[in-house]
T-cell receptor, first 113, second 110 residues
């Protein structure tokens, strides 16, 4: 079985541009969450989706948005990129509401120049 | 105050050593607790869940003290392959988002 898959693996963007990151959860998993990890820190929660509805949002500006599709895959969109958005973006999926933990994808490393 | 606080690292230990990581959390309503391991430039991977009764998985032992809001991880007989960053994680919110500590880096040397 495939794990959580994310695309692209690496991305370089210019300030002010827009980016879309994609995630496919483990088959059967209905919960998808997005996290941002900057160097030297633990991952920070951005969004959580369960059964295609937004269930939680972290302390991130409105430039960040996401959605979950009927097949439970998800997209994270970031508009008007800033240098500080450079980070590893992680997607995690869970079968239930996360009580048993989440499985992470290998992430998308975004560099904003 | 951070929601999850961990020992600052790094921990540099020889092979065979026993090392302990400590963690405190601020939200008494947290329901689930985990230790994740993260290798350099890789994704976090679930090492083990943590229960109030304590739980052991081979050389790894985790403990949870809900009254003190304290979590620990003990690694016995350290191996070179244990070198990684260890992340203390609690859940929060109605849909159990993960709240991570900053992580403690472990370096095991020959």
């Amino acid at each position: 079985d495939a794990g959580v898959t994310q695309s692209p693996t690496h991305l370089i963007k210019t300030r002010g541009q827009h980016v879309t990151l994609r995630c496919s959860p483990i088959s059967g998993h209905k919960s998808v969450s997005w996290y941002q990890q900057v160097l030297g820190q633990g991952p920070q929660f951005i969004f959580q989706y369960y059964e295609k509805e937004e269930r939680g949002r972290g302390n991130f500006p409105d430039r960040f948005s996401a959605r979950q599709f009927p097949n439970y895959s998800s997209e994270l969109n970031v508009n008007a990129l800033l240098l500080g958005d450079s980070a590893l973006y992680l997607c995690a999926s869970s079968f239930d509401r996360g009580l048993a933990g989440y499985t992470f994808g290998s992430g998308t490393r975004l560099t904003v120049v | 105050r951070k929601e999850v606080e961990q020992d600052p690292g790094p921990f540099n230990v020889p092979e065979g050593a026993t090392v302990a990581f400590n963690c405190t959390y601020s939200n008494s309503a947290s329901q689930s607790f985990f230790w994740y391991r993260q290798d350099c430039r890789k994704e976090p991977k679930l090492l083990m869940s943590v229960y109030s009764s304590g739980n052991e998985d081979g050389r790894f032992t985790a403990q949870l003290n809900r009254a003190s809001q304290y979590i620990s991880l003990l690694i016995r007989d350290s191996k070179l392959s244990d070198s990684a960053t260890y992340l203390c994680v609690v859940t929060g919110g109605g849909y159990n988002k993960l709240i991570f500590g900053a992580g403690t880096r472990l370096a095991v040397h020959p």
